[in-house]
């Protein structure tokens, strides 16, 4: 394995996150130069031992490594696209938030400049940056992650997901998916026994063994949508159907909101009208797998 934790990198762009990745990589003894549009910016990580440069195109050519996180990939083509820029031989990393077309894009046009790009995604606020608890993830050829893998494991938990600059900003909305459907499913629980007395702090260990219980189904329920076959074998989503209806119903008596549950009941229902009724809940990705009908 490359051992080149300590080679210099490059951060363009000091934001709060793009100031915490180079504070990060300070703090690990990585030569770090920086830039910004806004100079003042580079203030602190100067004196903890950044080095500032004058341009973008000195900030390019002082590392081998240059990571690049700014407010969208418009910005990033702005500023990589100046005449006065060379990208030819650059390793350059993008953490610009943004979707996975505008990576595939970014990728096509930063090659073509003779660059080596990374596209990806930080799963982190910037206080977690260089954390295990921070997930940073990369996509694109394979080779130029593992030759500055040693140097980003320093930010957190790196993860490598594929030759498809696009992953990255795929599994970033992917997560987020995650992320809101479970709090608000959390919410919704919250409001319904808010009714009764019951706060949120005693009804979230709760839904927290809820939520970590139906975690472990997702292998199986997996499987299932990979194999395109849904045997009920727990309960079949007409089931599942009639307690949606209970938890609308339930909702609607005690004055709570039920938008959300209305919602999966209507996808539920267009899954059993189409002969699904008596297979398994992950049926369900064939709606999930289609635009919404706009008639």
């Given at each position: 394995?490359?051992?080149?934790?300590?080679?210099?990198?490059?951060?363009?762009?000091?934001?709060r996150m793009g100031q915490a990745l180079a504070s990060a990589f300070l703090k690990a003894g990585t030569p770090t130069t920086v830039w910004n549009r806004t100079a003042s910016r580079?203030?602190?990580?100067?004196?903890?031992?950044?080095?500032?440069?004058?341009?973008?195109?000195?900030?390019?050519?002082?590392?081998?490594?240059?990571?690049?996180?700014?407010?969208?990939?418009q910005a990033v083509h702005e500023l990589l696209g100046a005449s006065d820029v060379d990208l030819d031989g650059t390793g350059l990393l993008n953490l610009t938030s943004g979707d996975s077309a505008q990576a595939?894009?970014?990728?096509?046009?930063?090659?073509?400049r003779g660059a080596r790009?990374?596209?990806?995604?930080?799963?982190?606020?910037?206080?977690?940056?260089?954390?295990?608890?921070?997930?940073?993830?990369?996509?694109?050829p394979q080779s130029d992650f593992e030759a500055h893998k040693s140097t980003l494991d320093v930010l957190g938990t790196v993860?490598?997901?594929?030759?498809?600059?696009?992953?990255?900003?795929?599994?970033?909305?992917?997560?987020?998916?995650?992320m809101w459907s479970v709090l608000n499913a959390w919410l919704q629980g919250t409001a319904l026994l808010r009714?009764?007395?019951?706060?949120?702090?005693?009804?979230?260990?709760?839904?927290?063994?809820?939520?970590?219980?139906?975690a472990t189904w997702l292998p199986g329920y997996a499987e299932q949508i990979d194999s395109d076959s849904?045997?009920?074998?727990?309960?079949?989503?007409?089931?599942?159907?009639?307690?949606?209806a209970h938890l609308i119903e339930e909702s609607e008596a005690v004055g709570v909101n039920a938008e959300l549950p209305r919602l999966l009941k209507a996808m539920a229902d267009r899954?059993?009208?189409?002969?699904?009724?008596?297979?398994?809940?992950?049926?369900?990705?064939?709606?999930?797998s289609k635009p919404r009908s706009r008639d």
């Open positions: 394995m490359n051992n080149n934790r300590h080679e210099p990198v490059t951060v363009i762009g000091l934001g580079a203030d602190q990580l100067v004196a903890e031992g950044a080095r500032l440069a004058p341009s973008i195109g000195d900030a390019l050519e002082a590392s081998p490594l240059t990571i690049i996180c700014v407010t969208d990939y595939r894009n970014a990728a096509e046009w930063a090659e073509q790009y990374l596209d990806g995604a930080i799963m982190a606020v910037p206080s977690a940056i260089g954390t295990s608890e921070a997930v940073i993830l990369h996509s694109g993860t490598y997901l594929g030759a498809d600059h696009g992953l990255a900003s795929l599994y970033d909305v992917a997560g987020l998916a995650m009714t009764a007395g019951v706060d949120a702090a005693t009804y979230a260990p709760f839904a927290q063994q809820i939520a970590a219980g139906v849904f045997p009920a074998e727990v309960s079949a989503l007409e089931t599942d159907a009639r307690a949606m899954s059993i009208a189409a002969g699904h009724g008596g297979e398994q809940y992950p049926v369900l990705i064939e709606e999930f």
